[in-house]
Nanobody
C-alpha cells in the first residue's frame, strides 16, 4: 500500500510559478513510477507528467511541455511538479499518482494509488 499526500497548490497570477510536492509513505518509493494528473471542472482527468522509478525517463502532456518539470527525490520519498509560465487553462485539481513498477506510465488506469488532490487556480 502507498499513501500519497499532495501540497503546494494555491492561487497564482498568469505568468507565475508554483511547485507541487507529493510525499509518499509505504513501500520502497523507487519501485513506483509516479505521475501528476489534473482535472478541470467539466473535463476528464488528464496526464500532466510522468516519471520512471529512477527518475531518468519523463513524459509530458503537449500542453505543458517546456513549462512544467516533473522530478523526484527517492531519498525523501517525494515527487515534484514545477509549474512555470502558468496560464488560466492550467486551473484544475492536481493529483499525484503511483504505479507499481519502475517504468514510466502514461495512462490513468495503470496507476493504482492516488492522492487527495490539490487545487491550482491561475488568474488572468
Amino acid at each position: 500500500q502507498v499513501h500519497l499526500v499532495e501540497s503546494g497548490g494555491g492561487l497564482v497570477q498568469a505568468g507565475g510559478s508554483l511547485r507541487l510536492s507529493c510525499a509518499a509513505s509505504g513501500r520502497t518509493f523507487s519501485n513506483y513510477a509516479m505521475g501528476w494528473f489534473r482535472q478541470a471542472p467539466g473535463k476528464e482527468r488528464e496526464l500532466v507528467g510522468a516519471i520512471s522509478g529512477a527518475g531518468g525517463i519523463t513524459y509530458y502532456a503537449d500542453s505543458v511541455k517546456g513549462r512544467f518539470i516533473i522530478s523526484r527525490d527517492n531519498a525523501k520519498n517525494t515527487v515534484y511538479l514545477q509549474m512555470n509560465s502558468l496560464i488560466p487553462d492550467d486551473t484544475a485539481v492536481y493529483y499525484c499518482a503511483a504505479a507499481s513498477g519502475r517504468t514510466a506510465r502514461r495512462t490513468m488506469n495503470e496507476y493504482g494509488y492516488w492522492g487527495q488532490g490539490t487545487q491550482v487556480t491561475v488568474s488572468s
